[in-house]
């Protein structure tokens, strides 16, 4: 979108004409407003879809000060601009179209809940999972610790190594990858090194084979402080990984707690690290987390159940 509206806008209307375009889905969120109002201007049915309960700023620059000021603003007309004339809104969770609308007023066009759909791996052979520790110079059996997402505020990774390090305690021989990239990553790696953790976590950077290495590990920890959806731990569960996270909506919907995960209030630092400790120590209990996990997102969650329920919402245009 950029600062240029105008030449946004002509180009935006070029595609769509030319394609002759039935529909537009809109996934951009705090910039949803004008991409909405371009296709109405051609008469265009719009769905715009939103992916989390917080939009905060991405980027360096819209993290300044007055920069930040003015795009929230920008954000707050925009997303009501589109949850007023968009066609259809949907949320990726419940969680999520109650934050929009928090009073039941402000969406005033249909909505529903449109649940993403995940790859379901094939469960790791006892070789693989070894090879894997290997891979980084850990013994065979070493208790493996994941945790995969952008290194920004909301996904608590100071938290997320407070756990880390109170789990040692209890287990010496854990160790922790972190998969991921982010603003923060470099304050996180400075933040590893200070709390002496250096070689007892690895930092992967972005990867292809992410529902490969939940596969071969022990247990997903997530304590983010917010989540739209939290798609990550249905891939977690859908490679019969274990979870422990945050209490928040959206993790919520995304996982059972109980039954497919563990959560916790997001400051219940101890509650999430006796968690982790049981699942290591039990791995009974662990293989029925991950159980439970992986029928329940191969019975709703299967990239063909979200393919189906994205066609019958694109259909009920036609």
Same mark, same amino acid.
């Given at each position: 979108l950029g600062l240029n509206h105008i030449s946004f806008a002509k180009k935006l209307e070029r595609i769509l004409s030319? $394609?002759?375009?039935c529909i537009l889905h809109s996934h951009v969120q705090a910039y949803s407003g004008f991409p909405v109002w371009v296709a109405r201007s051609l008469r265009i049915p719009v769905i715009s879809s939103f992916h989390n309960t917080h939009f905060p700023p991405q980027t360096r620059l819209t993290r300044r000060p007055i920069v930040r000021q003015l795009r929230s603003v920008y954000a707050t007309i925009g997303i009501n601009y589109a949850l007023h004339y968009s066609d259809l809104v949907t949320g990726c969770s419940q969680g999520v179209l109650r934050s929009l609308d928090p009073d039941g007023g402000k969406i005033s066009v249909p909505s529903c809940v449109l649940y993403? $759909?995940?790859d379901v791996p094939q469960p790791a052979t006892s070789e693989e999972r070894a090879a894997l520790?290997?891979?980084f110079g850990w013994s065979a059996d070493t208790p493996l610790?994941?945790?995969v997402g952008r290194f920004t505020e909301q996904k608590n990774h100071l938290g997320l190594l407070s756990i880390f390090q109170r789990v040692l305690a209890h287990v010496p021989t854990v160790r922790m990858l972190l998969v991921g990239?982010?603003?923060?990553r470099?304050?996180?790696e400075n933040t590893i090194a200070e709390r002496g953790l250096a070689n007892k976590i690895r930092l992967l950077g972005l990867r292809d084979d992410v529902p490969s290495l939940m596969s071969m590990c022990d247990v997903f920890v997530f304590p983010s402080l917010h989540e739209g959806f939290g798609l990550v731990t249905i891939e977690a569960n859908a490679a019969s990984l274990p979870v422990v996270g945050s209490k928040v909506p959206g993790l919520?919907?995304?996982v059972r707690d109980g039954e497919t995960a563990l959560l916790h209030d997001v400051v219940d630092i101890e509650g999430m690290v006796m968690s982790v400790v049981r699942i290591l120590a039990d791995q009974q209990y662990a293989q029925r987390l991950g159980d439970a996990g992986r029928t329940r997102a191969k019975r709703s969650f299967s990239l063909e159940t979200s393919a189906r329920r994205l066609l019958e919402v694109y259909e009920g245009f036609a």
């Open positions: 030319e $394609g002759h375009y993403y $759909g995940v520790r290997r891979s610790i994941l945790h990239e982010g603003l923060l470099s304050s996180i919520i919907e995304a």
